[in-house]
């Protein structure tokens, strides 16, 4: 695991999840028992010897290098897996694009919507 290109740790385990605020309360937290609210999350399922997490500025650039495989690599919304093999590298930052999030009051039609207001007329 490198941090921004410094060397980092070697770690043995089942499982790596990097998280960011939106997406800490899942499977990260049930890891850390915690959440993040900035930057990157990073947490260490089922490791050989106790490691803490690690909370990471935005900016950062989270290197995976695999010395040991294989592993599978998935993230959320995507059917799609990854096979990964001993040897494989890859990086890990958050994204410059930003989502808009709505909310389940954002969906719903414009009639129901007034109804649960109070402002909706049946007549």
């Known amino acids: 695991l490198l941090i921004d290109g410094q060397p980092g740790r070697v770690i ?14 899942g499977y990260y937290r049930s890891i850390t028992r915690e959440s ?29 290098e695999m010395e040991r495989g294989p592993a599978v690599l998935i ?9 990964l093999r001993t040897g494989h590298v890859f990086d890990l930052r958050l994204a ?11 969906l719903r039609c414009q009639r129901c919507r007034r109804h649960n207001q109070g402002t909706f007329n049946p007549h």
């Open 36 to 64: 993040i609210s900035a930057g990157l999350g990073v947490a260490f399922n089922n490791a050989t010897r106790p490691e803490p997490p690690l909370t990471l500025p935005a900016a950062t650039t989270v290197r995976v």
């Open 75 to 83: 993230y959320d919304n995507d059917t799609r897996a990854v096979p």
């Open 96 to 106: 410059d694009e930003s989502a808009a999030v709505l909310g389940l009051d954002s």
């Open 12 to 25: 043995t385990g089942d499982g790596l999840v990097v998280a960011t605020p939106f997406g800490s309360t």
